[in-house]
């Protein structure tokens, strides 16, 4: 506009408009992963506290021994944040393991070659994954529901097999390597749980299965309006739960020497406070493989400690549990309420 007030050749005729959407500041950032830093500032002051307390926690021996009991765990809390971010839950996982682990005992002393036991019980893991995910995506039959039943009734058939016994697997067998081994310094299954989680990252954050899975667990119904098939991204990801689980099971199997229908018992509770200690929200469209990894190693060091601090083992789950429950109390509570307040 010029001197008279009038509009002047090649002025603009609107002033330019504000920007719609504003830069994120650093709390906006810190909100956003405010979940896994709270857990990695929670794991790193309960390893300050067992290290003050017992005299062995922060020996080379028990941490690496951590990582080794451990592995299971975290093979396990890697697919169940897959499952969770769908708004989904898989309480399977622990029957699935005693299955695997009785399975692999019985035929190995049936004489069957040990890489053919580890393909056969994969291959279960991955079919028990198919038939629940096939209730689940295809009948609509809520998740909750379907893995209840593939609980009791999967830990039922490892009971059948093994009569509630334990089975020995021979010392010599090469399976055993699997769980007592070492490479490199470092326990065999620490390596096998490192590439799952490795594997479990580079999907969930960089493929479009990994968008997907969040997508369908933020809003489900604009997934499929998008043209995704989001009942078989559904039946995946159960498939990919029981074969984590199963793979968790021959880890363990091979560790203890044994296969037992008790192995497992709980296990899946364990596996889901992981995930959502570590910031996967249960109501899904919103997981974290950094938060994972981080939960998991927490409820192990808060068990190694316990047992560490000499502990009564019936007091060990109790405290556990209330430590876990604070612990996401607190965070459920701190970074919902500044997300409102935004």
Known sequence: MNSSG??????????????????????????????????????????????FTTGAFLSAPNLLNVV???????????????????????????????????????????????PLVILAMLALGCAIGALQGFFIAYEGIPAFIVTLAGLSVIRGVALLITGGYSIPIEPTSPFVEMGRGWFLGVPIPAWIALAALLVAYLVFNGTRFGRYVTGIGANKEAVRRAGVDTRRTLLSVYMLSSTAAALAGIVLAARLGSGS??????????????????????????????????????????????????????????????????????????????????
């Open 6 to 51: 009038t509009i002047g050749e090649g002025s603009p005729l609107h002033a330019p408009a504000a920007p719609r959407v504003r830069k994120a500041t650093l709390r906006d950032r810190f909100i956003a992963n405010g979940a896994v830093g709270s857990i990695a500032i929670f794991f790193i002051l309960v390893c300050l506290l067992f290290t």
């Open 261 to 342: 229908s008790n192995s497992g018992q709980g296990f899946e509770l364990d596996v889901i406070a992981a995930v959502v200690l570590g910031g996967t929200s249960l109501f899904g469209g919103r997981g974290t493989m950094v938060g994972t990894v981080l939960g998991a190693l927490t409820v192990a060091v808060i068990g190694n400690g316990l047992i560490l601090s000499h502990m009564s083992p019936f007091l060990t789950p109790i405290i556990t549990g209330c430590i876990i429950l604070v612990a996401i109390w607190l965070n459920f509570r701190l970074f919902r309420g500044a997300a409102r307040g935004r």
């Open 68 to 114: 080794r009991q451990s592995a299971p765990l975290l093979i396990v809390a890697a697919s169940m944040t897959f499952v969770i971010t769908t708004g989904g839950i898989d309480l399977s996982v622990g029957s699935v393991l005693a299955l695997v682990c009785a399975l692999s005992a019985a035929l190995l002393q049936l004489g069957v070659p040990w």
